[in-house]
T-cell receptor, first 111, second 117 residues
Framework: SQQGEEDPQALSIQEGENATMNCSYKTSINNLQWYRQNSGRGLVHLILIRSNEREKHSGRLRVTLDTSKKSSSLLITASRAADTASYFCATVLQAGTALIFGKGTTLSVSS | GAVVSQHPSRVICKSGTSVKIECRSLDFQATTMFWYRQFPKQSLMLMATSNEGSKATYEQGVEKDKFLINHASLTLSTLTVTSAHPEDSSFYIC?????????????FGPGTRLTVL
């Protein structure tokens, strides 16, 4: 089953621009996580935000969570060509259970 | 940091044969491992939850007799795709929970690409 829906499905920007991806989900969550996946490769964990948190930062990443709207956003500032990848949000409904992934956003950053 | 390995990384097999994929936690013990499947240009779909010493819990629509999961030790879970068909061609990814870590501590393997001819 899938819980998250990301938008946009695809995003193309120039280096130096900011990229914003959104994720909506359907049920109450324990936490929400963002992952990156380069083409044909494994997952890289980016950031985790808990249901009682509203915003977190990690380097050029900024994640927000609005539990009332059941949505989250991932902002990548000053994007680089190396940021080109697919980005997935994943929710955890109860602590210790599996991640449920959204459909993902494919980001292309051109130099 | 915690490392999860998968073997093999790529496998090509003929239709009708069985393929075993291993997922190992290299430097931690994992009471729970999860198996996901990813078709090209799609997201990861949870297939099953594997708990050490007990039967796996399969997601709706996943055939337990076709995808055999064994979690015989705290560091190894295996997924066997039985009587593989071309539609089983996919990217299979496991993740493992560190028993010493918090409930959100999951580590992903690098994935196994299965191609069934």
């Amino acid at each position: 089953s899938q819980q998250g829906e990301e938008d946009p499905q695809a995003l193309s920007i120039q280096e130096g621009e900011n990229a914003t991806m959104n994720c909506s989900y359907k049920t109450s969550i324990n936490n929400l996580q963002w992952y990156r996946q380069n083409s044909g490769r494994g997952l890289v964990h980016l950031i985790l935000i808990r249901s009682n948190e509203r915003e977190k930062h990690s380097g050029r990443l900024r994640v927000t969570l609005d539990t009332s709207k059941k949505s989250s956003s991932l902002l990548i500032t000053a994007s680089r060509a190396a940021d080109t990848a697919s980005y997935f949000c994943a929710t955890v409904l109860q602590a210790g259970t599996a991640l449920i992934f959204g459909k993902g956003t494919t980001l292309s950053v051109s130099s | 940091g915690a490392v999860v390995s998968q073997h093999p990384s790529r496998v090509i097999c003929k239709s009708g044969t069985s393929v075993k994929i291993e997922c190992r936690s290299l430097d931690f013990q994992a009471t729970t491992m999860f198996w996901y499947r990813q078709f090209p240009k799609q997201s990861l779909m949870l297939m099953a939850t594997s708990n050490e010493g007990s039967k796996a819990t399969y997601e709706q629509g996943v055939e337990k007799d076709k995808f055999l999961i064994n979690h015989a030790s705290l560091t190894l879970s295996t997924l066997t795709v039985t009587s593989a068909h071309p539609e089983d061609s996919s990217f299979y990814i496991c993740s493992a929970k560190d028993r010493r870590g918090g409930p959100d501590t999951q580590y992903f393997g690098p994935g196994t690409r299965l191609t069934v001819l």
